[in-house]
């Protein structure tokens, strides 16, 4: 099996470029992305290191995560953990005996196979039969790229108050760490920033008077929540466990 694609060194300048499986300018979040969505376990990937120049990453799938390990390039060589290679041929092949790769916090990944950089897709189009615009009069800046990074998730929650125990609907957004409510869907400024952090735990709560209710643990107050169904509050459950978890493995 062949590392490389078809370009030359000379060609491509530089001869990482030449390497079927570096992803040049991938970042540390897309490459979690792309492995979870289309890699298996032991599916690995270099890619650049926000770290500086001659700085790597190697991003492996482990079962349901990714871990990243450092890939140092001194004069012509790689570095690789204990490992120094004195070729990029030779730290190739070390890879193509499938190396069990063993990490500071006792994870064990057999590296097995590449991710490739240039995936083949069969050229099966569907044909137009309607074409027709909707609106007339737009330009390319009316359109708004739009898509939610990983770990996202926004919507409506009825919460309890603290003070005056009433309930009330607030527009909920959770972005890496952060949980904030504001007062509708238009409000621009939150009522309330929660630090993930700070939550010791989120779990189902049936002591409230409604249905679909959880509640998330801070050391100065619990919070109530309602969703609308069962579904959704299990949505947020999930989401939010698994976001305490990221920060517990971080610690």
């Not at 409510?181 to 238009?186: L, S, T």
Request: charged share 25%; with cysteine; hydrophobic share 35%.
């Amino acid at each position: 099996m062949s590392f490389y694609s078809d370009a030359s060194a000379e060609d491509m300048g530089d001869e990482l470029e030449t390497l079927g499986w570096y992803h040049y300018d991938l970042s540390r979040h897309a490459a979690e992305a792309l492995l979870l969505s289309n890699g298996t376990d032991g599916s690995y990937l270099l890619r650049n290191s926000n770290e500086g120049s001659g700085c790597f990453a190697l991003s492996v799938r482990a079962k349901d995560s990714v871990k990243h390990f450092h890939v140092t390039r001194r004069d012509n060589g790689y570095v690789f953990g204990f490992n120094e290679f004195a070729t990029l041929q030779d730290f190739v092949n070390h890879f193509a005996n499938q190396p069990l790769l063993g990490s500071d916090t006792g994870t064990l990944i057999v590296l097995k196979c590449p991710y490739p950089w240039r995936v083949e897709e069969p050229s099966i189009y569907e044909s137009v039969r309607v074409h027709t615009a909707i609106q007339t009069g737009r330009t390319e800046n009316d359109l708004v790229a739009n898509a939610p990074s990983l770990g996202t998730k926004e919507g409506y929650l009825v919460k309890k108050g603290a003070v005056v125990k009433n309930w009330k609907q607030r527009w909920f957004t959770l972005n890496r760490y952060e949980l904030k409510y504001f007062k509708d869907k238009m409000c621009e400024e939150p009522i309330r920033t929660l630090d993930l952090r700070e939550c010791s735990a989120v779990q189902f709560d049936y002591s409230q008077d409604r249905v679909n209710c959880f509640c998330m643990v801070f050391p100065e107050r619990t919070f109530y929540l309602c969703a609308k169904t069962g579904v959704e509050a299990d949505e947020w459950i999930k989401i939010l466990r698994w976001k305490l978890s990221q920060i517990r493995k971080g610690r």
